[in-house]
């Protein structure tokens, strides 16, 4: 079955960026999909085919997807970014996958 | 403005079944496909099933291929799952989600507040 996996944990100071990989063998082939949960929180859509954000999310969240990786990147960092980010992609269209998670602490 | 509510959880013995249900309104329904994505205690998203608008395709994972069954009755604005044969390893908050998708899926726009499903003796 397809794996993506990511980092288990960032770590950003304030005002810096800070990027998070997700790889899964020929990830760059397929669209990629990126999750932000706050703790205690449900999942929130953050990008939308490989590097498209929905209406609300900040412009400091960029996506971009090539070869086995795809990477969100978190521009001037704020306190309230710190969640767990989830990758997610399809495999062979039948079947959803999540990334292992990535904690981002901002200190 | 989009509202996803789930019920029917709780705790239920190993072995047993439970049916999950998933409100929904603020959309046209029948237009979009619907899925179940599962977060057991302290550990990460994973993604449990999802079914496309009209209710003619459906997709599971495989650690319950077999065991749940999704559903939908469009008349109701409801989603379904149906979870039988379960097992300690399903213990987890289940998350109604909406795709942005219609007759095949994309990703998960918008998601439930989620609700504990626990499987012990």
């Known amino acids: 079955s397809y794996e993506l996996t990511q980092p288990p944990s960032v770590s950003v100071s304030p005002g810096q960026t800070a990027s998070i990989t997700c790889s899964g063998d020929?990830?760059?082939?397929?669209?990629a999909y990126w999750y932000q949960q706050r703790p205690g929180q449900s999942p929130v859509l953050l990008i939308f085919?490989?590097?498209k954000r929905p209406s609300g999310i900040p412009e400091r969240f960029s996506g971009s997807n090539s070869g086995n990786t795809a990477t969100l990147t978190i521009s001037g960092t704020q306190t309230m970014d710190e969640a767990d980010y989830y990758c997610?992609?399809?495999?062979?269209?039948?079947?959803?996958?999540f990334g292992t998670g990535t904690k981002v602490t901002v200190l | 403005e989009v509202q996803l509510l789930e019920s029917g959880g709780g705790l239920i013995q190993p072995g047993g079944s439970l049916r999950l249900s998933c409100a929904a309104s603020?959309?046209?329904?029948?237009?979009?496909?619907m899925g179940w994505v599962r977060q057991a205690p302290g550990k990460g998203l994973e993604w449990v099933s999802e079914?496309?608008?009209?209710?003619?395709?459906?997709y599971y994972a495989d650690a319950v291929r077999g065991r749940f069954t999704i559903s939908r009755d469009n008349s109701k604005n409801t989603l379904y799952l149906q979870m039988d044969s379960l097992r300690a390893e399903d213990t987890a908050v289940y998350y109604c989600?909406?795709?942005?998708?219609?007759?095949?899926?994309?990703?998960?726009?918008?998601w439930g507040q989620g609700i504990l499903v626990t499987v012990s003796s």
């Open positions: 020929k990830l760059g082939d397929r669209y």
């Open positions: 989600a909406k795709d942005a998708g219609d007759w095949s899926p994309a990703f998960l726009d918008y």
């Open positions: 603020g959309f046209p329904f029948s237009n979009y496909a």
């Open positions: 997610q992609a399809w495999d062979s269209n039948t079947a959803a996958v």
């Open positions: 079914i496309i608008g009209s209710g003619g395709g459906t």
């Open positions: 085919q490989d590097n």
